[in-house]
Antibody, heavy 120, light 110 residues
């Protein structure tokens, strides 16, 4: 069974760093893109960026370029989303999702989501 | 402000047919496929329609998608209470080089 399993909820203070994960199983992790999507409380879906774990080719949405870092470790079939200095406005649910190809919306499985709360 | 425009809400009674619109531009819907997602309360989104009108296995044929020019629509026939959810359209945007979503439509089954 194809699955994307994300790390658990996080509560952080402004200025702290954070790295959340998304582990794939049941398919060839290196052959499909992984995308990240933000959903702020009570709001819609926002595309953050995408990575191809096979060669770590990474593309960011202009709105998130420089704000987050997307990476992957293909040896453990895991993609990551990280922040170096969190802000209260980063409070949101973050989803990883499988993407069949660059240049199309996601068609694959979604992770269950990781809730990030940033509060002093 | 989302790049794709959807009505914030829609409603219908059980058994009815409802449609949700999604309006874009030549850089997204006008030249690329439209996808639709359903998000039930407290859960991750789920793919409903891909490539304008294709249903993944397991999605009932009550759900259908269409596209014309720079707009698209999701139709749900034989409305059921379990269809109450948020619905999002999405497309690739050539100008932004990324996926763009609609703001979402909250469907209420009366």
């Amino acid at each position: 069974e194809v699955q994307l399993v994300q790390s658990g909820a996080e509560v952080k203070k402004p200025g702290e760093s954070l790295k959340i994960s998304c582990k794939g199983s049941g398919y060839s992790f290196t052959n499909y893109w992984i995308g990240w999507v933000r959903q702020m409380p009570g709001k819609g879906l926002e595309w953050m960026g995408i990575i191809y774990p096979g060669d770590s080719d990474t593309r960011y949405s202009p709105s998130f370029q420089g704000q987050v870092t997307i990476s992957a470790d293909k040896s453990i079939s895991t993609a990551y989303l990280q922040w170096s200095s969190l802000k209260a406005s980063d409070t949101a649910m973050y989803y990883c999702v499988g993407v069949e190809d660059y240049g199309v919306p996601p068609r694959g499985n979604w992770g269950q989501g990781t809730l990030v709360t940033v509060s002093s | 402000q989302s790049v794709l425009t959807q009505p914030p809400s829609a409603s219908g009674t059980p058994g009815q047919r409802v449609t949700i619109s999604c309006s874009g531009s030549s850089s997204n819907i006008g030249t690329n496929y439209v996808y639709w997602y359903q998000q039930l309360p407290g859960t991750a989104p789920k793919l409903l329609i891909y490539r304008n009108n294709q249903r993944p296995s397991g999605v009932p044929d009550r759900f259908s998608g269409s596209k014309s020019g720079t707009s698209a629509s999701l139709a749900i026939s034989g409305l059921r209470s379990e269809d109450e959810a948020d619905y999002y359209c999405a497309a690739w945007d050539d100008s932004l080089s990324g996926v763009v979503f609609g703001g979402g439509t909250k469907l209420t089954v009366l």
